[in-house]
Structures are given as C-alpha cells and as structure tokens.
C-alpha cells in the first residue's frame, strides 16, 4: 500500500483546475475524498505527512503486525478506511504543507522546497485536532513531551521512552498511551489524573446517553483495568502538578520529578521523562484565517467554526470535517467526512439531492450513536483552571518566553485581547504561530478582564500559516 500511497511530482500538480480539494489525511479527509471521488468528481488530497492516517491512524500503511497489536483494533481499523482511500481514484499529494486557503478556493501549498497550487470549485478542510496546552511549572524543561507527541514516535517509529515515564492530566488519550505502553512491555512509572470527585459527579448527568453507547465505557473500563493489573500507580484527583528540575555536569537543565498533592497530601515522583495530556481542541488555524465565524464552546473549552449540519462555514463553498470543527474523535470525524463529501458531490451536480438525503441518513444515525459518550466526556475530563490558567511565574508563551504573569500585566496597562498581546510583549508571534499559547492567553487575559471568553477572542491567524521562505513563496 506504501507505493500506492506515493506522492505525484510536484510541477504536475502546479496551477491544476479541480472539483476537490481536501487538507488532511485523517479519517475525516480520507472519508471525504473517497466519497466526492466515487461520486465521479475529480478530488486532490494534500497532507504533510509522507502516507496518509492523519494522527489517530499515522503510519497505518507500514504498520506491522506487532505494531497494530500493540496500539489496538481502533488504530488498525484504519487500514480499512486508507485502502478504501486508494481504490477510490482520488490524487493524494503527500509532503504538502498547506500554508494558504483562500475564501476563492485557492489552496496554496509547500512540496519539496517548491510552491504550488489548486484552485478548486470546492474545499473541504479536515485539519484535525492540537493537544490542549498544559502550562504547569516545568512544562518547558527538556524530558517533557505531551502524550500526544508520545503517541506519534511510537505510531510512526516504534519510538519508546528509554527510561519508565510518568503520564499526568486528564482525558482518554493518557489511558490508552498507557495501555498501549503497557502492551509493548513499557514500565510506566504512575499515572497521575487530575480528574476528581466532582467531575465524576457532574458527569453522571450525563450517564444515561453514555450507558446507550456502552462500547466506549467499556473500552475505558478496560484499559483502566489492564494499567491496574500492571501494576501501575494510578493518583487520582492531583493538584498543584509541578515539574522539578535538575542539572546535568554540563550545566543542562531538564526534567527530574513530578511533585503534585492528591486531597492535601504531597507526592514526589522522580522521573526524566513526564508525558503531558490535558485533552485535544479543534485546530482552527485555516477557519480563522479565512476570517469565518468562530464562538467559544464552553463544554471543550475551545473556539469552534460555527457550521450547517454538513460542515459548511459561512464562507461558502469551504467545509470543515472531523475534529476541526468539535472534537468527537476518529468515529465520528469518518462520518462527517462522508457528510462534507455528499454535500458537495450535490452542489457540484455529481448526485441529487433525494440521493445526497438518501445516504446521508445512515451517515447521521451512526454519527448520533458515536457523539452520545461526548458530553460525559466532556464533563468528566474537563481541564482544571489552575492547569489551563496558570499562575503569574509559567511561561504561557513558550516561543517569546511571555509568562503569565506578564500577560496580566499588559491587561493592567489597556491589553483587551491576545492581538494586543502581541504588540505588548511578543506573545504568539513565534514559529508555532500561537498554537501553543493561544487559548491559554485568551483565558488568561479573560479571567483578568473578568469577562467571557468570546469577548477577549483569539488571536487573528493570517497566511503563511506553515512556515515557508520568500525564496520559495517567489517560486510561486
């Protein structure tokens, strides 16, 4: 399947007319591009990556055996959905970094030191989900990853910390790393969540819906009891989380333990490699830049791209698919894929609307039985203020070194919101371009402001938005 998956050259994709075109691989994007291609409609797929998956299924092309085992059916299952990718017909273009789309269509991209383009009668965006920023004491010192980051070096490489981790924060992905550490004969120092008493409480509203979608719990129940069977230490409800550090001969400082309370007692844990995770947020890097209409969801704590019920923005003819638009995982990103695509496939005139109505329906029901564990979700893993809105001596800023400290201080001299940010300290005008520090400003500068966080807003994105260099942008 890798040969198959391979890029196309460049200079014959430049300037190319097209029906399609869909950023990113992942299971919302492959969905959509095998649906609009078996509609008849000519489709390019672009991602970074060098084979398609996206980050829940990375690497799923050359994933062995032993591989798949260790991480599970879940990721295996998407074998299935790139294979169906590739019978389809659709172009993929792999390598391409997408540093523009346009409110016309056009979607500019990077590809071997050379820029190019399409310009397409439709565009659907199925750029995925970033991992929540977690600004504790010690989140920049080196031996500190997130779980997330983790995840990829074991999906693409088979990559393993060489000395036993500490996983610490909240949400699925934290369990299922350590499962799958586990399975591929990891030591796992703890496993420190931050979830209490009180979101189990607030979550049990929310019982009912997830009891009608018992597979998820059971999966979770599941790689609880695995990690417990291991041996693994599991705190719960932690407070205060801090990462100590130490210096080497060399005078280098990194990480050297996780000290954090659980109900008023103090734990230290001595540990080089800590692994981070306080749940994903919709990556809405393009959906603002193309200035369409964002407002803050307050049960994932994030900004969304308001949608019709087939993921098109207000900027029309521009859809977004999967966890761009809401985090609901791979299930439900697959679903909304198809959705985007048949929504398209009928504007475009491939089918009619009775036809695009007819098969949507299966899509929706399966979507509406994948989407009932989420506001249990939700509820039960949101972050903690004191993890998402840190105190003034941690570097919100990891790009321009800006602590949050500083931050109130610009609030204190007429700062309303993180583009003042920027000219008041550099904040987010690093390389990661905010993607690491912009919600943790927008709540930091709203709990000073006292106000909503729709009110302070995010930072405004513009193009590029993947590096590139004016060498390569005068290629074009």
């Not at 088979?158 to 030591?187: H, I």
């Not at 496939?345 to 109505?357: H, K, S, V, Y």
């Not at 993947?466 to 005068?474: H, Q, Y």
Request: charged share 20%; hydrophobic share 45%.
């Amino acid at each position: 399947m890798a040969a198959e998956l391979g890029a196309e050259p460049v200079d014959a994709l430049r300037a190319d007319p097209v029906d399609v075109v869909v950023v990113g691989a992942g299971p919302a994007g492959l969905s959509a591009a095998t649906r609009a291609a078996t509609a008849g409609l000519s489709v390019v797929l672009l991602d970074e990556q060098d084979a398609v998956g996206g980050q829940i299924y990375r690497a799923i092309g050359r994933a062995d055996a032993r591989r798949k085992e260790i991480l599970g059916p879940d990721y295996a299952a998407g074998a299935a959905i790139a294979d169906a990718f590739v019978r389809s017909g659709a172009r993929h273009v792999s390598n391409a970094s997408v540093w523009q789309v346009t409110r016309e269509h056009a979607v500019h991209y990077l590809k071997d030191g050379k820029v190019a383009s399409f310009q397409a009668r439709r565009v659907i965006l199925a750029t995925g989900a970033l991992e929540r920023p977690f600004p504790i004491p010690g989140w920049t010192l080196p031996g500190v990853l997130t779980a997330g980051a983790a995840q990829i070096l074991l999906k693409s490489a088979g990559e393993v910390p060489a000395e036993a981790p500490v996983l610490a924060g909240c949400g699925p992905l934290l369990y299922l790393l350590g499962w799958q550490y586990v399975r591929a004969g990891v030591p796992i120092r703890a496993l420190v969540d931050t979830t209490r008493h009180e979101d189990r409480w607030r979550a049990k509203r929310h019982l009912l819906s997830a009891l009608r979608a018992w597979p998820f719990l059971s999966k979770g129940l599941q790689l609880i009891r695995t990690l417990r069977a291991a041996g693994v230490a599991i705190y719960e409800a932690a407070d205060d989380l801090r990462i100590e550090s130490t210096r080497d001969d060399d005078g280098t400082e990194r990480a050297a333990a996780l000290s954090f309370t659980t109900q008023g007692t103090p734990h230290r844990i001595d540990a080089n490699v800590i692994l981070l995770h306080q749940g994903v947020v919709p990556n809405t890097q393009f959906t603002l830049a193309l200035r369409a209409r964002h407002r803050w969801d307050d049960a994932q704590l994030c900004f969304t791209p308001h949608t019709d019920t087939w993921g098109e923005l207000d900027v029309p003819g521009v859809f977004v698919a999967g966890d761009g638009s809401g985090i609901g995982g791979a299930l439900a990103a697959a679903q909304q894929g198809a959705l985007s695509a048949l929504a398209v496939a009928a504007q475009l005139g491939a089918i009619d609307p009775a036809t695009r109505d007819r098969d949507a329906a299966l899509h929706r029901r399966t979507l509406a039985d994948v989407m009932r564990i989420r506001p249990f979700l939700d509820s039960l893993y949101r972050p903690r203020d004191a993890n998402r809105i840190p105190a003034d001596d941690v570097i919100v800023c990891r790009c321009e070194e800006v602590t949050a400290g500083e931050i109130r201080g610009f609030v204190a001299l007429g700062c309303l919101g993180p583009n003042q940010a920027k000219s008041f300290g550099r904040c987010g005008m690093g390389p990661c371009q905010g993607r690491m520090c912009g919600l943790t400003v927008t709540e930091v500068i709203s709990d000073a402001r006292k106000v909503e966080p729709d009110t302070v807003g995010y930072y405004r994105i513009r193009p590029p938005i993947k590096p590139l260099t004016l060498g390569e942008l005068a290629g074009e």
